[in-house]
Structures are given as C-alpha cells and as structure tokens.
C-alpha cells in the first residue's frame, strides 16, 4: 500500500525556518509528482509548492522565494524548506501525490499524508 509521512512540524518564531520531510514507500515513487499543500482553520486547503520526477517544480505566489521543494529519490523522501515564515503560514501541511502534476497542483492528489502542523508565532 502507498504510504506518505510527513514530519518536522512544530512552533516558531516569525521569520524562522523549519524543514518539513515526506517519507514515500509502497508504490508511490512510481508516480510522476509530488507535493505539499496546507490548510488553515476556516480556510480551504491550498497548493504550497509540487515537484515532478524530472525536477519541474511549482509555487504559489505566497511562497515564492521563501519556501524550496525538493526531493531525494535515493531515500525516497521529499522535503519542503521554509525561511521567512509569517503569521499567515500557519496551517497543517500534508505531503500528497499522484501521477499527474495538474492533479496535484490542483489539491486533489490520490494519495495523502495525515500532516503535520506548523504554528508561526510572533
């Protein structure tokens, strides 16, 4: 069965960093693209950044220059680096993929992680 965890969440101070890590095993490193979306209480859930095998990555416009995807296929883990965290980032993050990165980027990924929270804090 494919499994995603995630970790690395946790409390910080505005402006910090922290590095989130997805660790892949079943079959879901046989699938195109990756992913991290968030979702914030009251708040739909939203894209954070994809990346596909190849290394073709996408951002939203809320986190660009501040927050790197990247993945390691030798440890099968994904990561998701984030420098500059604002009060607004605050949310759980959830590791996702499937074979399509439109379906990714689109939050509708087939397969999910339980999450991890990220709390920003002044």
């Known amino acids: 069965q494919v499994q995603l965890v995630e970790s690395g969440g946790g409390l910080v101070q505005a402006g910090g960093s922290l590095r989130l890590s997805c660790v892949a095993s079943?079959?879901?490193?046989?699938?195109?693209?990756m992913g991290w979306c968030r979702q914030a209480p009251g708040k739909q859930r939203e894209l954070v950044a994809a990346?596909?095998?190849?290394?073709?990555?996408n951002y939203a416009d809320a986190v660009k220059g501040r927050f790197t995807i990247s993945r390691d296929n030798d440890k099968k883990t994904m990561y998701l680096e984030m420098n500059g965290l604002k009060l607004e980032d605050t949310a759980i993050y959830y590791c996702?993929?499937?074979?399509?990165?439109?379906?990714?980027?689109?939050?509708?990924?087939?397969?999910w992680g339980q999450g991890t929270q990220v709390t920003v804090s002044n």
């Open positions: 996702t993929a499937d074979v399509q990165l439109q379906t990714v980027v689109a939050g509708a990924g087939a397969y």
């Open positions: 079943g079959s879901s490193f046989r699938f195109n693209a």
């Open positions: 990346i596909t095998a190849g290394g073709i990555t």
